[in-house]
């Protein structure tokens, strides 16, 4: 299992950027997948972004695409969301996961908030 920790949240205004780092735990982090998900008041947890292993391989929904990029860096056992031209539906506690592939996730950080205001 590898232990997961969001940073980088807060409030920005909309078309502004922020960008998200969660640091991972253990020796393995290159072993591992790993995603952004996110979680708005009243709604369902949603995909985000992933990327594979070695960053070879990304995905993203189609509401984010063309203004956030996942990325990682497995030297500092940390995985990034840099956020642009965010609107006010980005508005949600974000969270970060890792797993054996893009879609299969087993650990799950303890989420973080994103306000964008109006």
């Known amino acids: 299992q590898v232990q997961l920790v969001e940073s980088g949240g807060g409030l920005v205004q909309a078309g502004g950027s922020l960008r998200l780092s969660c640091a991972a735990s253990?020796?393995?982090?290159?072993?591992?997948?790993l995603g952004w998900f996110r979680q708005a008041p009243g709604k369902a947890r949603e995909f985000v972004a992933a990327i594979s292993r070695i960053g070879g391989n990304t995905d993203y929904t189609d509401s984010v695409k063309g203004r956030f990029t996942i990325s990682r860096d497995n030297a500092k056992n940390t995985v990034y969301l840099q956020m642009n031209s965010l609107k006010p539906e980005d508005t949600a506690v974000y969270y970060c996961?890792?797993?054996?592939?893009?879609?299969?996730?087993?650990?799950w950080g303890q989420g973080i908030q994103v306000t964008v205001s109006s």
């Open positions: 996961a890792a797993g054996a592939t893009m879609y299969d996730y087993d650990d």
């Open positions: 253990g020796r393995t982090f290159s072993s591992y997948a």
